[in-house]
């Protein structure tokens, strides 16, 4: 049964900065993809941020330039941090991994930006 924990959300005030961290039972590097997803109140869970098999990194428009994916393999963990933040940055966080086309998603982290 493959795993994705995910940690480190919270409040934070607007321009604050938080990293997320997710923690794989499975081997991050043999994943089509490994990243971060959210889902807004109300809203479509979209894309934040992901490494692809060929390990290219595809970022959201909205979060260039202030959001930065990294991965460590020795402890098969993905993270997020996450600069500057913004209220609109509001919403559940999940880790998502792909492994011989099977989606796996983690429970999820909240993260909610005070203005």
């Known amino acids: 049964q493959v795993q994705l924990v995910e940690s480190g959300g919270g409040l934070v005030q607007s321009g604050g900065s938080l990293r997320l961290s997710c923690a794989a039972s499975?081997?991050?590097?043999?994943?089509?993809?490994v990243g971060w997803w959210r889902q807004a109140p109300g809203k479509e869970r979209e894309l934040v941020a992901r490494?692809?098999?060929?390990?290219?990194?595809e970022y959201a428009d909205s979060v260039k330039g202030r959001f930065t994916i990294s991965r460590d393999g020795a402890k098969n963990t993905v993270y997020l941090q996450m600069n500057s933040l913004k209220s609109e940055d509001t919403a559940v966080y999940y880790c998502?991994?792909?492994?011989?086309?099977?989606?796996?998603w983690g429970k999820g982290t909240l993260v909610t930006v005070s203005s």
């Open positions: 998502n991994a792909v492994w011989y086309d099977r989606d796996y």
């Open positions: 499975r081997n991050i590097f043999s994943a089509n993809a």
């Open positions: 490494f692809t098999s060929i390990g290219s990194i």
